[in-house]
T-cell receptor, first 115, second 114 residues
Framework: DTAVSQTPKYLVTQMGNDKSIKCEQNLGHDTMYWYKQDSKKFLKIMFSYNNKELIINETVPNRFSPKSPDKAHLNLHINSLELGDSAVYFC??????????????FGEGSWLTVV | AQSVTQPDIHITVSEGASLELRCNYSYGATPYLFWYVQSPGQGLQLLLKYFSGDTLVQGIKGFEAEFKRSQSSFNLRKPSVHWSDAAEYFCAVGTFFTGNQFYFGTGTSLTVIP
């Protein structure tokens, strides 16, 4: 079973459209994230949720809105897509640090192309 | 502020040669350190991690890394590189006192020559 799964894997859409990327984790983790990887491979955190509560919200346009219906899901909705939104979006999850430490597990990425 | 630096943007090695990828971090407390690998068109896979204890950690695929507090480094090594190791490698530091934040380096792209 895939630990962190996100859909769709590939998405091509026109400027101005609204799209969503879904993410689910079956690891029982409390924390979920969205990262954006740009064309230079740089990974930057966008959002982090802990038990459905937003705890990190980096400088991201408010066209991006995360939604966490429960702690196993964190969806990303993007309004009015722009060319610069083209990137790979990674969902991830982790457990809060404990004796076993903390590791972040990534989904396989969603390749978004805005044309 | 926490940060991670990977000084080498791109490295090319011959198959069978040894490999060392550099990672330096900036963090005030004891860090949690990670190395991830990203193959072309794929997600990120955890290679190894350091939390505490032995400063030389072993990972998957024959990789190891050594934590050196005095140098604020966590370099990744492999004694003999295989062609399948060609990928992007990311070092990351985790801090769990500021909202469970992870900071990634900018990555090192590895090319393996047959």
């Amino acid at each position: 079973d895939t630990a962190v799964s996100q859909t769709p894997k590939y998405l091509v859409t026109q400027m101005g459209n609204d799209k969503s990327i879904k993410c689910e984790q079956n690891l029982g983790h409390d924390t979920m994230y969205w990262y954006k990887q740009d064309s230079k491979k740089f990974l930057k955190i966008m959002f982090s949720y802990n038990n459905k509560e937003l705890i990190i919200n980096e400088t991201v346009p408010n066209r991006f809105s995360p939604k966490s219906p429960d702690k196993a899901h964190l969806n990303l909705h993007i309004n009015s897509l722009e060319l610069g939104d083209s990137a790979v979006y990674f969902c991830a999850s982790s457990q809060v640090a404990g004796h076993s430490g903390n590791t972040i597990y990534f989904g396989e990425g969603s390749w978004l192309t805005v044309v | 502020a926490q940060s991670v630096t990977q000084p080498d943007i791109h490295i090319t090695v011959s198959e069978g040669a040894s490999l060392e990828l550099r990672c330096n971090y900036s963090y005030g407390a004891t860090p949690y350190l990670f190395w991830y690998v990203q193959s072309p068109g794929q997600g990120l896979q955890l290679l190894l991690k350091y939390f505490s204890g032995d400063t030389l950690v072993q990972g998957i695929k024959g990789f190891e890394a050594e934590f050196k507090r005095s140098q604020s480094s966590f370099n990744l090594r492999k004694p003999s590189v295989h062609w399948s190791d060609a990928a992007e490698y990311f070092c990351a530091v985790g801090t769990f006192f500021t909202g469970n934040q992870f900071y990634f380096g900018t990555g090192t792209s590895l090319t393996v020559i047959p």
